[in-house]
């Protein structure tokens, strides 16, 4: 029969309960499904925590609660806390897998149009009213069936120009959302994955020597903290993701390039109407700004990590002598300096920040058209 580990987060009247619940589990239920021990309780102060290991029988109490959910021995994690904490806690408690799971079903193109037609519609209804307000303009159009035509491929561009900026918007949201979770709280991540890692980064090697301990010696004796390697992980994470996230943002700049080449008075005399000006800058504002909120929440992920590090290597350090704990320390100062050097994605500087190049785009395109027009008059 399988034994669950339990830990319970508060300890009021409700986490009284539930330890009581479990304890009579074998009572209600002949045989039982399942063993539990409860093995940890977290309280607000550590006085309060042991207290509360004595009295319910708990293998340990602690003041931070994030504790409990970083043990492997613990595979229920029981919320007693007030109300305004669950969400956090709960977050907290979904592993990196479940979690990842979460975004990628969040991110299936049935979801994501359904979250983007409604604003889209709702938008288009803007745009249409601006349209109106403002009224038509001069085309350079001849007969009835090129004005159809242009009326048609117009409304055609607006539509799918609006569409990808709403498309890049709901990315953009999307993405914040994942920053948001990873930096809530530390993330579990499996076991083999932090092997992985910990091989990649040459951390599970022998000392003195360039090979490998097994696995199981790294798991009994590891050379690293996993929670510092947690963190690393997900600034690694959260700068791949930001920088495929923010390739998007140039399929707007380059719809709108096109369209300013197309309406070039070097072609013919396109005009620019006020409406037609007002919704593709408006668009193009929604687009630049979800891209700036990505980045800001990227930034604001890594100071959060970049301080949790910092902490934990300065305890570590603290604890360093001519011990294990040595290797710790210097560990994790590496993923600490390898972390404040990350510069793509969200973490790029200004001048290669994919919104910068984005707006270059119409901006240069424009100008060279431009200056082609005036050499040849």
Not at 186 to 193: D, G, L, M, N, Q
Not at 284 to 296: K, P
Request: net charge neutral.
């Amino acid at each position: 029969m399988d034994t669950l580990g339990v830990g319970i987060i508060g300890f009021g009247f409700m986490g009284k309960v539930h330890a009581y619940d479990y304890k009579c589990l074998p009572l209600y239920y002949d045989p039982a499904p399942v063993r539990v021990k409860l093995v940890g309780v977290a309280e607000i102060d550590q006085a309060r925590a042991q207290r509360a290991a004595e009295q319910g029988g708990f293998e340990f109490g602690t003041n931070d609660w994030h504790a409990l959910i970083a043990r492997d021995d613990i595979q229920i994690i029981d919320i007693c806390s007030p109300n305004s904490q669950h969400v956090a806690q709960v977050l907290a408690a979904i592993d990196a897998g479940k979690l990842w799971e979460h975004y990628q079903q969040l991110g299936r193109f049935g979801q994501r149009v359904g979250r983007v037609l409604p604003l889209f519609l709702v938008y288009l209804i803007f745009c249409r009213g601006i349209g109106l307000l403002f009224g038509g303009s001069y085309s350079p159009v001849r007969g009835p069936v090129s004005s159809e035509w242009n009326y048609m491929l117009l409304w055609a561009s607006i539509y799918t120009f609006l569409f990808l900026a709403f498309w890049i918007i709901d990315a953009a949201c999307l993405c914040r959302w994942l920053i948001e979770r990873l930096s809530e709280s530390p993330t579990r991540y499996p076991k083999s994955c932090l092997r992985f890692f910990a091989r990649q980064r040459g951390l599970g090697k022998k000392p003195g020597s360039g090979d490998y301990e097994d696995t199981a010696i790294m798991e009994k004796h590891p050379a690293y903290d996993d929670s510092i390697l947690a963190e690393w992980i997900d600034m690694k994470l959260i700068e791949q993701l930001t920088e495929r996230v923010g390739r998007l943002v140039y399929c707007p700049f380059i719809v709108f390039f096109i369209l300013i080449v197309s309406r070039n008075n070097w072609l013919d005399r396109w005009p620019w109407p006020p409406g037609l000006v007002i919704i593709f800058g408006l668009n193009l504002a929604l687009a630049a700004a979800s891209m700036i909120i990505l980045q800001n929440a990227a930034l604001r992920a890594r100071d959060i990590g970049l301080e949790t590090l910092r902490a934990k290597v300065e305890a570590a350090e603290q604890k360093a002598a001519p011990t294990p704990e040595v290797n710790q320390a210097a560990v994790g100062r590496k993923l600490l300096d390898e972390l404040q050097s990350l510069d793509r994605g969200a973490f790029a500087p200004f001048w290669q920040n994919p919104l910068i190049g984005a707006i270059l785009i119409p901006s240069g395109g424009s100008v060279l058209l431009e200056l082609l027009a005036y050499l040849f008059k």
